[in-house]
């Protein structure tokens, strides 16, 4: 899933600058799983601009919506009858949501309220972990299952750098090396001679590097 | 025991504080209380094995929340009682009532949502 | 051999009566009574005090949990007093017992208590006004009390008593009782009952420690009793938990226990061990260092009986990580210092010497006896009294007296706990129902309410707001038709009320009759606490037709009234906020269903050794069909092992007899070579597969309740070389040479017995708990085939608890020597050329002793079998050392947290066999209370899930304390109303606000909490 964490409250309030009427909106996808950008989510930011500018002594009007997923037009749609009485969509979603929604009501003002962080999946309730950077040609066949791209600090391919020890990152003490972990797995699998194959230089031109990427599947168009 | 406490202090009752979601709290303040504390089990004697830890964490949560908003976390509590401990209640009535007085009356209520 | 099972009434007679007496209200007798009423048994509960909850009701915390022991207490006390087939009888005795099993005659004599049960509200004004004061018993004297008076604040029933003898007649409560419920003229009447069987639960008291005056009790101030401390450590105490001595009111700084005061005393008559002083004052410290860390207590004790599941665990905590010093020794007096109040008190140490130490307080751990008004009934009721002035039981019949039906449980059948209490009570409550099973249903009656009104959520709200003076509780605070008149303005508010006592008997009709008049479909009462009065006014709707979810109370006395008596204006203010909030909640109230689900009246129980198979008769003998499930080809489990008990009962023979019966009964399906493969459903309904050797034949069993009963067994010892000296063998190895004949004892001229072998180590830090015993049993054995051999116990304590103590005291006698050794310095078995040596420290001598005995036996630890896949398949927890975890270490000492799954046997812990038949009993109590039932009602505060907002997101999955959400074949939580408890924890954490509490759903409490604030 996406994964994303919640902006400061002052930087909202900062990107809202001196807009009064807020539709906050969330995602019922991704951000909902990994506690960002769901329902609850949408509850606590609005609530939380409500106390602001009941604080502030402020006139306002705060709407609260969820979405089943930002990432589909008809969906976004579905609420343009309500958009119409907002200056600013706070988006819950992630960037793709947050993008998609900007571009059905343009020229309406949407703001992110969350910065998406990563593709990751749920270590254990409340603790979320990064997996994949779709860098658009999976190897990790040849790894143990483990992606040297998204895990290693440096994404290296053929082994570790010298910053491993006991197992462990040289960029903090909590990560684990992702060469570590290849090793271990392809050890316990008896699939040590993969470790061996030297990967040749990775052609990033199907990850990003290659500009932005758009896919077509020819049979499921209408 | 029937030991006196402040009368501001009242009570919204729950089957156990594990049914205390972090909205709740905050539409407290929302409605214009100036605090909020949650009075669970003692830790370990939770009617519902946990529901008194997992609203420990989440009063944290709102705690963080207010100092984000400005209305400073030392407005909401989590205290820890058992059924039988009519002073500790009292006493933490009157602790979390002093604190509040002398926090003064919550920013918030001066306004109300009035954009049509 | 005794008559094991008497319970079934011969057949051919006409139908037993279908109620019980329960004679006792404490933690036991209640927890007999509401396991008989629930499973359709109407129960007597009569109690000789003006109130149900026994001792226990005076106890501050309890060990091993530090639970405080009110807080756990009162559900059963307010559930025994709501019970509809529970009549506590209180103030009262019982005379007399006439008649046959299934049909006896109890005469009940109630005492005067010159307050009218049926008008006292419990008010307590009549107390405040008294003018008269003595010293209050529950606090055990040491503070207060009116004459009119109520024993504490949580008592069931909540109905005051006049003291007579303290009563000055002056008048004054009769005048300002405003219900009428003062009665001069009330008299002591006597009742007759028709019951079908008896159950024996009266406790115990403490003993008399002015009975022990070396200790100088009655005479020196700081010299108290454990439980005069227990009060003074409870909230509710003389000093409100604060702990201060009674001489001058100081803080005492050294506090000596003294164990063992009028137990393990031959002097007074009471050669056994009271079983629970050595934890209680262990918890005594480690409270009383809570409450004031400088505290230093000091325990003198002789053996530290830490016997219980997790209690060494929690001695070692005391010892190790609270400071609480522990001095083996024999006290021989304590005198008071001149001046100080302080106290010297005189021992001899572990190694003989006499020392003398000073300390601010003296607390003396009594233990527990047989009250003469217990005596004089057991003597009345014809039920015989060992030596001791305990209920005379058989060891393998723990439960039943010597007068058939009537049955016994609790501290006076032989001292124990509140956990062997709360199991045996449920297991008397088995054996009392066992005699009278064609009786049920007989005479405990079901309501029957008048279809419910439909009341559709898009109804317009019409509220009933009844407000109340509570004599004048309220009234004098609050401005009550001030609050009425106010109530009238809120929204959806059709009528209001107030009355003098909204609780009477009369306002239940007024109610009633409002409801139907002014077409009323929400009441709300403005009056006191809905965890003692919501259930009735619930029932009164619902007698009108409202379902019961449409009530809702507004706490204006605790809350209000009796918090802020001198802020009147005030508490009239708060009074309506919360009159307020109130209505804002129930205009959202909606109608919850109950749903019944249809149960399967049969029990599997997994597990045929004594537990499993006692289990499998008692429900059998109720009729309900057993598939008794073994996964050896042979019933009888770890009992094929024991020969003898310490009593010198058969137990061969007692196996013989019970596999005989156990066979021959028509309703219990044996499976022996089976074994659980797969396990589903809830209580009422479950299902199992169950795999049968040799031809693996699986078949699926349907059932409504399931008892674990997989025992324990003696573990195979590591060390002592055991295994490979042919004379190093085990306790239970020994056992059986003993019995297969005496010819080998005769030619044993040494043997030396290590206790503690695999127990109260680091890798199993618990007691075994029957070792002691069993190498008690055993050398008293080969005394008596061999008495010139030499015995000796290495041990660490010797737990000889309740009436085993006797026999530790005989082998003393017989000259099995005994030897402490301390787990830094264990035994060290050895070869020295052919001969085996043992060498050990001797503390008397402080020297190293080697002797070269023929035998080495082992006592070695009790572990379970192997459960872990079973633990699994049912879900169900256990401890680090594989037992498994019963739902509460006091309180619910047969049930798993799993309703419907019950443990019984060494299963849950090392036991002795008495010991598990009574928990397999229990286990059956427990059991009926489902299975007796045709439908149980499920439904009411549960969460339920909006399949269309849920994001599958696993949230609830895993916050749930009882693993109850699933996510579905659809994708969406699921939500099993008949597992859910209703805590709200998924309601408050499900990211897509999918969830919701019924009857706390996030709509209402938002609403209540908007009405909060002033508007």
Known sequence: ?222 | MRLNYPSNVKVVKVPCTGRVDMLLILKAFESGVDGVYVAGCMEGECHYLRGNLRARRRVEQVKKLLDEVGLGGERVEMFNMSASQGQRFAQFAREMTERIRSLGPSPAKKNKEVLP | MATVENEEVKGGQAKPVGAVLVVGGGIGGMQASLDLAESGFYVYLVDNAPTIGGVMSQLDKTFPTNDCAMCIMSPKLVGTGSHRNIRVITHAEVKEVAGDPGDFEATILRKARYIRPDKCTGCGECAKHCPVTIADSYNEGMSRRAAVYLRYPQAIPKVYLIDREACIGCGLCERVCLAGAVDYADEACQEKIAVGSVILAPGFEVFDAARRPEFGYGVYPNVITSLEFERILSATGPHRSHVLRPSDGTIPERIAFIQCVGSRDKKCGNDYCSSVCCMYSVKEAVIAKEHVPFIKPTIFYMDMRAYGKGFDAYYERAKADQGVRFVKSMVSRVRQQQGTGNLIVTYLDDQGKAAEEVFDLVVLSVGMTTSQAVRDTAARLGVRLNAYGFCETNPLAPLATSREGIYVCGAFQSPKDIPETVAQASGAAAAAAGGIAAGRGTLATKKEYPPETEVASAEEPRIGVFVCHCGINIGSVVNVPSVKEYAATLPNVVLADENLYTCSQDTQEKIKKAIQEHGLNRVIVASCSPRTHEPMFRETIRDAGLNKFLFEMANIRDQCSWVHMRQKPEATAKAKHLVRMAVANARLNRSLGETAVPVAQRALIIGGGVAGMTAALRLAGQGFAVYLVEKEELLGGNLRNIHRTIEGEDVQAFLTDLIDRVSAEPRIHVLTGSQVTEFGGVRGNFTTAVTTAPAMTAQKIQHGVTVVATGAEEERPEGFLYGEDPRVCTQQEFEGRLAAGGEEAAGLREVVMIQCVGSRNEKRPSCSRTCCATALKNALALKRLNPAATIRVLYRDVRSYGMLEPYYAQARREGVLFVRYEPEAPPVVAREGDSLTVSFAEPILQEQATVKPDLVVLSSATVPRENRELANLLKVPRTAEGFFLEAHAKLRPVDFASDGIYVAGSAHAPKLITESVSQAYAAVARACTILSKENLMVGGVVAVVDGERCAACLTCVRVCPYDVPVVNLRGEAEIDIVKCKGCGTCAAECPARAIDLMHYRGEQLEAKIGALVEG
């Not at chain 1, 089943?68 to 992630?94: F, K, N, W």
């Open chain 1, 1 to 222: 899933m996406i994964v994303g964490n919640r902006k400061e409250f002052g930087e909202i309030l900062e990107k809202l600058g001196t807009a009064r009427r807020v539709l906050v909106l969330g995602c019922n996808e991704c951000v909902t799983v990994c506690g960002v950008g769901g329902e609850r989510e949408v509850g606590v930011l609005a609530s939380e601009l409500r106390l602001y500018w009941q604080k502030e002594g402020q006139d306002f009007a705060v709407k609260e919506h969820t979405l089943e997923r930002q990432c589909d037009y008809e969906y976004i749609d579905a609420i343009r009858p309500l958009t119409g009485e907002y200056d600013v969509i706070l988006s819950m979603a992630c960037g793709a949501g947050v993008q998609y929604v900007a571009e059905a009501y343009k020229p309406r003002l949407v703001i992110p309220a969350v910065n998406t962080t990563f593709l990751g999946v749920t270590l254990e309730q409340g603790v979320w972990s990064e997996r994949c950077q779709g860098c658009g040609s999976c190897i990790v066949d040849m790894t143990g299952g483990v992606c040297p791209i998204a895990r290693c600090a440096k994404s290296l391919l053929n082994g570790p750098c010298g910053g491993s020890s006991g197992g462990k990152c040289e960029i903090d003490r909590d990560t684990d090396c992702a060469w570590q972990l290849i090793v271990d797995r392809l050890t316990e699998s008896g699939q040590m001679e993969r470790y061996e194959e030297i990967q040749p230089v990775k052609d990033w031109r199907t990850g990003r590097d290659g500009g932005p990427r758009k896919r077509v599947r020819e049979d499921l168009k209408l």
